[in-house]
Nanobody
Framework: QVLLVESGGGLVQTGGSLRLSCAFS????????MGWFRQAPGEEREFVAAISWSGGGTYYADSVKGRFTISRDNAKNTVDLQMNSLKPEDTAVYYCAAGQMRGSWSVTPRKLEDCSYWGQGTQVTVSS
Protein backbone atom coordinates (compact mmCIF):
# COMPACT_ATOMS: atom_id res chain seq x y z
CA GLN A 1 0.00 0.00 0.00
CA VAL A 2 1.30 3.43 -0.98
CA LEU A 3 1.17 6.30 1.49
CA LEU A 4 1.42 9.88 0.26
CA VAL A 5 1.84 12.79 2.66
CA GLU A 6 1.80 16.39 1.41
CA SER A 7 3.30 19.38 3.16
CA GLY A 8 4.13 23.01 2.46
CA GLY A 9 0.76 24.61 1.96
CA GLY A 10 -0.21 27.90 3.55
CA LEU A 11 -1.33 31.47 3.05
CA VAL A 12 0.56 33.70 0.63
CA GLN A 13 -0.07 37.04 -1.07
CA THR A 14 -0.62 37.44 -4.80
CA GLY A 15 2.69 37.16 -6.59
CA GLY A 16 4.26 35.11 -3.85
CA SER A 17 5.71 31.60 -3.90
CA LEU A 18 5.18 28.31 -2.13
CA ARG A 19 6.83 24.92 -2.42
CA LEU A 20 4.74 21.82 -1.86
CA SER A 21 6.32 18.48 -1.09
CA CYS A 22 4.91 14.95 -1.19
CA ALA A 23 6.57 12.09 0.67
CA PHE A 24 6.00 8.62 -0.82
CA SER A 25 6.29 5.32 1.03
CA UNK A 26 5.17 1.71 0.77
CA UNK A 27 6.37 0.79 -2.72
CA UNK A 28 9.28 1.48 -5.08
CA UNK A 29 8.95 5.20 -5.74
CA UNK A 30 11.09 5.19 -8.86
CA UNK A 31 8.53 3.02 -10.67
CA UNK A 32 5.71 5.56 -10.24
CA UNK A 33 4.74 8.54 -12.29
CA MET A 34 3.53 11.27 -9.95
CA GLY A 35 1.12 14.14 -10.25
CA TRP A 36 -0.34 17.15 -8.48
CA PHE A 37 -4.03 17.96 -8.68
CA ARG A 38 -6.08 20.66 -6.99
CA GLN A 39 -9.65 21.23 -5.96
CA ALA A 40 -11.21 24.60 -5.20
CA PRO A 41 -14.45 24.91 -3.20
CA GLY A 42 -17.42 23.92 -5.33
CA GLU A 43 -15.19 22.82 -8.20
CA GLU A 44 -14.06 19.48 -9.55
CA ARG A 45 -10.56 18.22 -8.89
CA GLU A 46 -8.27 19.24 -11.74
CA PHE A 47 -4.85 18.36 -13.06
CA VAL A 48 -1.97 20.72 -12.24
CA ALA A 49 1.31 18.99 -13.09
CA ALA A 50 2.83 15.54 -13.54
CA ILE A 51 6.23 13.93 -13.86
CA SER A 52 7.14 10.56 -15.32
CA TRP A 53 8.69 7.77 -13.25
CA SER A 54 12.13 8.60 -14.68
CA GLY A 55 11.74 12.34 -14.31
CA GLY A 56 12.35 12.72 -18.02
CA GLY A 57 8.86 13.92 -18.82
CA THR A 58 6.97 16.79 -17.20
CA TYR A 59 3.48 18.03 -17.99
CA TYR A 60 1.54 21.09 -16.90
CA ALA A 61 -1.95 22.49 -17.08
CA ASP A 62 -2.08 25.57 -19.27
CA SER A 63 -3.15 27.66 -16.28
CA VAL A 64 0.12 27.04 -14.42
CA LYS A 65 2.60 26.64 -17.28
CA GLY A 66 5.58 28.95 -16.79
CA ARG A 67 4.76 29.54 -13.11
CA PHE A 68 4.86 26.06 -11.53
CA THR A 69 7.62 23.48 -11.69
CA ILE A 70 7.33 19.82 -10.73
CA SER A 71 10.40 17.82 -9.73
CA ARG A 72 11.23 14.54 -8.06
CA ASP A 73 14.05 13.08 -6.00
CA ASN A 74 14.12 9.31 -6.37
CA ALA A 75 16.72 9.02 -3.61
CA LYS A 76 14.46 10.80 -1.09
CA ASN A 77 11.15 9.42 -2.42
CA THR A 78 9.71 12.89 -2.79
CA VAL A 79 7.97 14.92 -5.46
CA ASP A 80 7.82 18.70 -5.17
CA LEU A 81 5.77 21.46 -6.75
CA GLN A 82 7.40 24.89 -6.83
CA MET A 83 4.70 27.51 -7.29
CA ASN A 84 5.71 31.05 -8.27
CA SER A 85 3.72 34.15 -9.22
CA LEU A 86 0.73 32.82 -7.36
CA LYS A 87 -2.71 34.17 -8.13
CA PRO A 88 -5.95 34.12 -6.13
CA GLU A 89 -7.34 31.59 -8.60
CA ASP A 90 -4.62 29.15 -7.49
CA THR A 91 -6.39 28.89 -4.13
CA ALA A 92 -7.35 25.24 -3.60
CA VAL A 93 -6.54 22.06 -1.76
CA TYR A 94 -3.58 20.48 -3.53
CA TYR A 95 -3.32 16.71 -3.76
CA CYS A 96 -0.39 14.50 -4.61
CA ALA A 97 -1.17 11.36 -6.63
CA ALA A 98 0.64 8.26 -7.83
CA GLY A 99 -0.09 6.78 -11.23
CA GLN A 100 -1.61 3.39 -11.91
CA MET A 101 0.80 0.58 -12.63
CA ARG A 102 1.07 -0.73 -16.20
CA GLY A 103 3.44 -3.65 -16.04
CA SER A 104 6.66 -2.71 -14.26
CA TRP A 105 6.12 1.06 -14.28
CA SER A 106 3.18 3.35 -13.82
CA VAL A 107 1.54 5.81 -16.14
CA THR A 108 2.17 9.51 -15.67
CA PRO A 109 -1.09 10.69 -14.10
CA ARG A 110 -2.70 13.55 -15.99
CA LYS A 111 -6.32 12.53 -15.47
CA LEU A 112 -8.17 11.48 -12.33
CA GLU A 113 -8.61 7.98 -13.73
CA ASP A 114 -4.81 7.64 -14.14
CA CYS A 115 -4.33 7.86 -10.37
CA SER A 116 -4.11 4.90 -8.03
CA TYR A 117 -3.21 6.59 -4.74
CA TRP A 118 -3.93 10.03 -3.25
CA GLY A 119 -2.57 12.07 -0.41
CA GLN A 120 -4.76 13.82 2.13
CA GLY A 121 -4.25 17.25 0.55
CA THR A 122 -2.72 20.53 1.65
CA GLN A 123 -4.46 23.91 1.57
CA VAL A 124 -3.01 26.74 -0.50
CA THR A 125 -4.62 30.14 -0.10
CA VAL A 126 -3.55 33.14 -2.18
CA SER A 127 -4.83 36.48 -0.92
CA SER A 128 -5.45 39.40 -3.26
Amino acid sequence: QVLLVESGGGLVQTGGSLRLSCAFSGRTFSRYGMGWFRQAPGEEREFVAAISWSGGGTYYADSVKGRFTISRDNAKNTVDLQMNSLKPEDTAVYYCAAGQMRGSWSVTPRKLEDCSYWGQGTQVTVSS
